[in-house]
């Protein structure tokens, strides 16, 4: 299994589309067993999803995403945890032990550009998972 964080000195770096690297952990029964900074060469949005479609990574940890990177992962069969800060580490750890602290309605794009219903302010209708539902906390 591989999971990627979109990445800046050792933190995850806040907007998806203007990541300039990701940390790629390659993970074996549930432990890290290497990682390695990779660079996305100056490509944005959803020629990201591109980049880390050709690493064959299968998750994802970022803070903000818009909308049409968020489809794009998707369709490459990338699992997104959004809406996470801090230590890039720190929140690869706690995904693998089952506790990390997401909240996929953070990962709207403050642009709104991607969105039909103008923006993030109705998530029931703008933002999904990867699996194209709502998931909100009650």
Known sequence: ???AVTYENGNIFQ??????????Y??????IVSS???GTD??????LAGVLGDLHVDALICGGIGGGAQNALAAAGIKLYGG???DAD?????????NLDFNPNATC??????????GCHGHESGCHGHDGNCHGHD
Request: hydrophobic share 30%; aromatic share 4%; charged share 20%.
């Open 42 to 47: 100056g490509r944005g949005h959803g020629a």
């Open 1 to 3: 299994m591989k999971i």
């Open 109 to 118: 794009s403050h642009h709104g550009e991607h969105h039909h219903d103008g």
């Open 90 to 98: 720190t929140a690869v750890e706690a995904l693998l032990a089952g």
């Open 15 to 24: 907007h998806f589309g203007h990541t300039e690297q990701f940390k790629v």
């Open 84 to 86: 996470v800060s801090g």
């Open 26 to 31: 390659d993970v074996e029964d549930g432990k």
């Open 36 to 38: 390695t900074v990779v």
